[in-house]
T-cell receptor, first 114, second 111 residues
Framework: EPEVTQTPSHQVTQMGQEVILRCVPI?????FYWYRQILGQKVEFLVS????????KSEIFDDQFSVERPDGSNFTLKIRSTKLEDSAMYFC????????????FGSGTQLSVL | QKEVEQNSGPLSVPEGAIASLNCTYS??????FFWYRQYSGKSPELIMF????GDKEDGRFTAQLNKASQYVSLLIRDSQPSDSATYLC???????????FGTGTQLKVEL
């Protein structure tokens, strides 16, 4: 069964460092997303991406965050200067279409900022 | 602010019983509704989705939607210990696929 894959599964970084989280969405999916979940809290929307541009972003997704689809398969989330409060599980998701469509999530990257 | 509310639980049910999980949402324009299961430390796994008022059944799972009451529920029949997890209600609105999640209800199925 097709699945969304994410690497790495765990990332430890120092405050102020840049991190790149990587995702390979399901191959026939056209819409891509990043969500995050701080320990013990809700899953929160960060950004959606379609046709090589951001279609929607949340207040969390400030200038420190960026997304990119560098080639035909990868989808990345970059955090330029990490803060302690960026520590969370980051989930990539993808869907076939952009409206009322099922999202499938990857296994997540646990980011720890020290 | 669009909100999705769930009772955090834990909801404890004996094995073989029906588990009933509830969710309310604030945005009347919400169009699609999803139930995800999340095991501790794992990613959300889609188990049901519903777009129209009424019931939708898939195996042991039934999703119920009442848009007038802004209420979504999930019934799990013949609950198994493997159903023990946190169940997340998620709602999409505004014509896109941005999901707003509830905090989740922890379900414990006891032997």
């Amino acid at each position: 069964e097709p699945e969304v894959t994410q690497t790495p599964s765990h990332q430890v970084t120092q405050m102020g460092q840049e991190v790149i989280l990587r995702c390979v969405p399901i191959s026939n999916h056209l819409y891509f997303y990043w969500y995050r979940q701080i320990l013990g809290q809700k899953v929160e929307f960060l950004v959606s991406f379609y046709n090589n541009e951001i279609s929607e972003k949340s207040e969390i997704f400030d200038d420190q965050f960026s997304v990119e689809r560098p080639d035909g398969s990868n989808f990345t989330l970059k955090i330029r200067s990490t803060k302690l409060e960026d520590s969370a599980m980051y989930f990539c998701a993808s869907s076939e279409a952009g409206t009322n469509e099922k999202l499938f999530f990857g296994s997540g990257t646990q980011l720890s900022v020290l | 602010q669009k909100e999705v509310e769930q009772n955090s639980g834990p909801l404890s049910v004996p094995e073989g019983a029906i588990a009933s999980l509830n969710c309310t949402y604030s945005d009347r324009g919400s169009q699609s509704f999803f139930w995800y299961r999340q095991y501790s430390g794992k990613s959300p796994e889609l188990i049901m989705f519903i777009y129209s008022n009424g019931d939708k059944e898939d195996g042991r799972f039934t999703a119920q939607l009442n848009k007038a009451s802004q209420y979504v529920s999930l019934l799990i029949r013949d609950s198994q210990p493997s159903d023990s997890a946190t169940y997340l209600c998620a709602v999409a609105s505004g014509g896109g696929n941005k999901l707003t999640f509830g905090t989740g209800t922890q379900l414990k199925v006891e032997l």
